[in-house]
């Protein structure tokens, strides 16, 4: 006699799940993230505020509403996890204007094959919603909630669950889930940690260093959960300390 409950979970992941694809819990979040993410500050003015709370929900409810087809997206804690966190924290705080940009390396090995000079720099706005809502506390307090939640919750789960989940795996064997998770593989290593170091340009090495560092929580634990805890205890860690001391571009 099949167990009912089991026939109903099969039956609900189905029905959230209608193409059968487990990419879709894994990189859609992700992907929508990215998208919504680069129209903020671009269609009217405080976009990058709202649409960043968009972007946090949307992903968050997703990641929500598919894990039970996420197995995998587990939080655990560790010592190793708490401490590789901790590291990278310090690190990405501590290499910011230490080791020059993606930007600044291309376009100085431009000027050296080419002597064409850099394009002049526009900097972007600064986030701070204390500043921009300045007569409206509540409202700017409430994003840099947000802010600190989505960075803190909703990132750490997305991008693991993607890039070292997902991504890893599939390099290693596009029928990705056919790979336990925490197996060693070089060349998914070394793709993995090189697409999260260029996808963070200004502070690639920490992001080299700290990609290198959540992988290897996984491959030790054989969990993703460790490496979850990492990257939210990062987040928090940068976060506290950019509201704390003004720093606000680490926010």
């Given amino acids: 006699?099949?167990?009912?409950?089991?026939?109903?979970?099969?039956?609900?992941?189905?029905?959230?799940?209608?193409?059968?694809?487990?990419?879709?819990?894994?990189?859609?979040?992700f992907v929508l993230f990215l998208v919504i993410g680069a129209a903020e500050g671009r269609y009217f003015p405080g976009s990058q505020y709202w649409l960043y709370v968009a972007k946090t929900v949307v992903s968050g409810a997703l990641l929500y509403y598919w894990r039970g087809l996420i197995s995998e997206m587990r939080w655990a804690f560790?010592?190793?996890?708490?401490?590789?966190?901790?590291?990278?924290?310090?690190?990405?705080?501590?290499?910011?204007?230490?080791?020059?940009?993606?930007?600044?390396?291309?376009?100085?090995?431009?000027?050296?094959?080419?002597?064409?000079?850099?394009?002049?720099?526009?900097p972007d706005a600064l986030w701070n919603p204390i500043t921009y809502f300045v007569g409206q506390p509540a409202l700017g307090w409430g994003f840099v909630a947000i802010r600190v939640l989505g960075r803190s919750l909703v990132v750490p789960a997305m991008e693991e669950v993607f890039y070292r989940s997902f991504f890893y795996r599939y390099i290693a064997n596009p029928k990705f889930l056919e790979m336990p998770i925490g197996v060693w593989h070089s060349v998914a290593f070394l793709v993995t940690c090189a697409a999260f170091s260029f996808s963070h340009p200004g502070q690639w090495l920490a992001a080299l260093i700290c990609a290198?560092?959540?992988?290897?929580?996984?491959?030790?634990?054989?969990?993703?959960g460790d490496a979850m805890l990492a990257h939210g205890v990062t987040n928090l860690v940068i976060s506290i300390w950019a509201i704390t001391t003004g720093q606000w571009k680490f926010t």
């Fill in 78 to 122: 560790s010592v190793s996890g708490l401490l590789s966190g901790l590291v990278i924290a310090a690190l990405w705080i501590g290499l910011d204007g230490v080791i020059p940009s993606l930007d600044a390396i291309w376009y100085a090995a431009r000027k050296l094959v080419t002597g064409q000079a850099a394009p002049p720099v526009t």
């Fill in 212 to 224: 290198a560092t959540y992988q290897w929580l996984v491959i030790r634990h054989k969990r993703l």
């Fill in 1 to 29: 006699m099949d167990n009912p409950v089991v026939t109903n979970n099969a039956a609900n992941n189905s029905r959230r799940n209608p193409l059968g694809l487990a990419e879709l819990p894994r990189v859609l979040p």
